[in-house]
T-cell receptor
Framework: DVKVTQSSRYLVKRTGEKVFLECVQD?????MFWYRQDPGLGLRLIYF???????EKGDIPEGYSVSREKKERFSLILESASTNQTSMYLC????????????FGDGTRLSIL | QQQVKQSPQSLIVQKGGISIINCAYE??????FPWYQQFPGKGPALLIA?????SEKKEGRFTISFNKSAKQFSLHIMDSQPGDSATYFC???????????FGTGTRLTVIP
């Protein structure tokens, strides 16, 4: 079974802090994704990566950056956290084969005070 | 701009009833339409998916109906059970595209 592990289930940070969310997958997938999930807005793509050191902006990249130094690990960085970044963050991975499903972690609920 | 529009936002169904969730899209380049199911405290997981060359796909109690001309697709859950209570997301993507466009989600509650 594919396992996508997000390092924290809950995280509380202060405005202006630099925040790191970590995600690790164990299936050697080429593609990894970061989403945020908000009530009534569904899942919105922040960034995705199709290879080590490669990244592409999603629909809402402002205020975020990402890092993929190793194939199995994809990090989401909030450069200077703001209260409007309080949300559920979901990481996913997917193989390069066409039409394979995305496999999601269980999410990190981030609160910015 | 929402690429995939999903309704209703929430749905309450009696046990044994039929749950129906609808989605619509505009981009005719979309050619893959998965549905994801999310239980509280968990990430979404693929439930069932369809391509536009078929009008219906059934897996157990779950059926996707697809209407290419209307650019609409829907999920039907027959004989709904309390264990089906979850949030359901429709999604769409195009050929060669890496990312999925998700609907806003439907919270389904099946009451005994």
């Amino acid at each position: 079974d594919v396992k996508v592990t997000q390092s924290s289930r809950y995280l509380v940070k202060r405005t202006g802090e630099k925040v790191f969310l970590e995600c690790v997958q164990d299936m050697d997938h080429e593609n990894m994704f970061w989403y945020r999930q908000d009530p009534g807005l569904g899942l919105r793509l922040i960034y995705f990566s199709y290879d080590v050191k490669m990244k592409e902006k999603g629909d809402i990249p402002e205020g975020y950056s990402v890092s993929r130094e190793k194939k199995e690990r994809f990090s989401l960085i909030l450069e200077s956290a703001s209260t409007n970044q309080t949300s559920m963050y979901l990481c996913a991975s997917r193989s390069d084969s066409l039409r394979q499903p995305q496999h999601f972690g269980d999410g990190t609920r981030l609160s910015i005070l | 701009q929402q690429q995939v529009k999903q309704s209703p936002q929430s749905l309450i169904v009696q046990k044994g009833g039929i749950s129906i969730i609808n989605c619509a899209y505009e981009n005719t380049a979309f050619d893959y339409f998965p549905w994801y199911q999310q239980f509280p405290g968990k990430g979404p997981a693929l439930l069932i998916a369809i391509r536009p060359d078929v009008s219906e796909k059934k897996e157990g109690r779950f059926t996707i109906s697809f209407n290419k001309s209307a650019k609409q697709f829907s999920l039907h859950i027959m004989d709904s059970q309390p264990g089906d209570s979850a949030t359901y997301f429709c999604a769409a993507s195009g050929t060669g595209a890496n990312n999925l466009f998700f609907g806003t989600g439907t919270r389904l509650t099946v009451i005994p």
